[in-house]
């Protein structure tokens, strides 16, 4: 089985060769660590470690081409700047404040869309249909993928996170209570941007994976309440999904950082697969997620936390999650990007370990 074969196949609880071995990502300070601890200095990025240690290549860092934010892409500007940071606008209009020598999150200071005289402005840069969302090399790009067995898939910004990144995260919540018309054509219009967007690729009938991009919770539940999901956003999800399947989608899921549980009822309900990377410090447990909604498809859950322990949290991670192993339908990797936290050494070990199951 080639990669592609086998992830699928493998998630949709059928029998493998084995079970994929993969990691969502790594921050660009693990390796910096790890130089000093082992690995090889040519090792900068997630491909040169996935052809290093045999891992599968990572979905998350392997999504097409396709720019479904603003096109074309504003400049980043730098409005100021001093030895350790630097206040910028980025290239979707949002300035900010950030560290220049540590990934951190950053502190936000504007955002572009503030009501609807704002999201007018913004529109020409939200025409789905512009040719150039596709880069020139597109279609041979698109032939190789599929050739070298690659999983092929989009990372789709969905309706709460496409507006959480023009109007922020507070904003976006107050929004549902203060501009409920906005929110409602910003959803609406976001609709219709992926059936406009996702035209061309759909057509080859080789776009197998899709990605909803939502991050709408946080350690202790939802951001906004799963009332007003249900009211403004699951029908939108449920036209998505549809559209999706009839061009033949086979795996829908969503990135949902934090706790999902009483959000995941809601996408199950309009269709799609499931949830990753279940955040384990955020009561995202998988096993608790595959007991309470049978079927569903799950990625990620290992405690990065234990991982950062040594071999011995390794050991009881991996022992913690044997009865998804021998169900399916899950890939267990570190619980999003892997942290400097965790030791080469130890990393080492997990991949290793999770060999033994596979």
């Known amino acids: 089985m080639n990669q592609r074969e086998r992830f699928f196949a493998w998630m949709d609880f059928q029998k493998v060769d084995r079970m994929p071995l993969m990691e969502m990502g790594f921050w660009d300070e693990t390796f910096s660590r790890w130089h000093a601890e082992g690995l090889p200095k040519w090792v900068t990025h997630d491909r040169h470690i996935e052809a290093y240690l045999g891992l599968d290549l990572s979905f998350n860092r392997n999504w097409l081409p396709i720019n479904t934010l603003l096109y074309p892409a504003p400049e980043v500007r730098v409005i100021a700047e001093t030895e350790n940071e630097q206040i ?38 939200l025409d789905g249909s512009a040719p150039g969302r596709y880069p ?98 699951l029908p939108a999800y449920v036209e998505l999904v549809q559209f999706l399947r009839e061009n033949g989608v086979r795996l829908i899921m969503v990135d949902c950082d934090g706790r999902v549980d009483k959000l995941l009822p809601i996408w199950l309900e309009a269709g799609i697969d499931g949830v990753h990377p279940c955040e384990i410090a955020a009561g995202s447990d998988p096993l608790a997620l595959r007991r309470a909604f049978p079927g569903v498809r799950l990625m990620g859950g290992l405690d990065k936390r234990r991982f950062a322990e040594g071999k011995s949290g390794v050991d009881a991670e991996l022992g913690r999650i044997v009865p998804l192993l021998k169900e399916g339908g899950f890939i267990p990797f570190v619980d999003h990007f892997v942290p400097p936290d965790i030791s080469y050494e130890t990393f080492c070990y997990s991949v290793e370990e999770r060999r033994k199951y596979l």
């Not at 910028?88 to 936000?108: A, E, H």
């Not at 898939?153 to 929004?175: K, Q």
């Not at 910003?186 to 035209?199: E, K, P, S, W, Y």
């Not at 939502?214 to 539940?221: F, L, N, S, T, W």
């Open 88 to 125: 910028l606008t980025d290239d979707r209009l949002v300035t900010l404040r950030q560290q220049k020598r540590f990934k951190t999150i950053p502190q936000y200071i504007r955002f572009p869309v503030v009501d609807e005289a704002s999201y007018e402005a913004l529109l020409p840069l």
């Open 136 to 233: 020139e090399d597109f279609d041979n790009d698109l032939h190789w993928r599929w050739e070298r067995g690659e999983i092929v898939g989009v990372n789709f910004h969905s309706f709460f996170g496409f507006i959480r990144d023009f109007m922020g995260l507070e904003n976006t919540c107050l929004a549902y209570y203060d501009q409920p018309a906005l929110v409602r054509r910003m959803i609406a219009d976001r609709l219709t941007f992926a059936r406009q967007v996702l035209a061309r690729v759909l057509a080859t009938g080789k776009l197998q994976f899709v990605q909803v991009w939502e991050d709408m919770a946080y350690k202790a539940g939802p951001l906004i309440s799963p009332r007003l999901v249900r009211e403004f956003m």
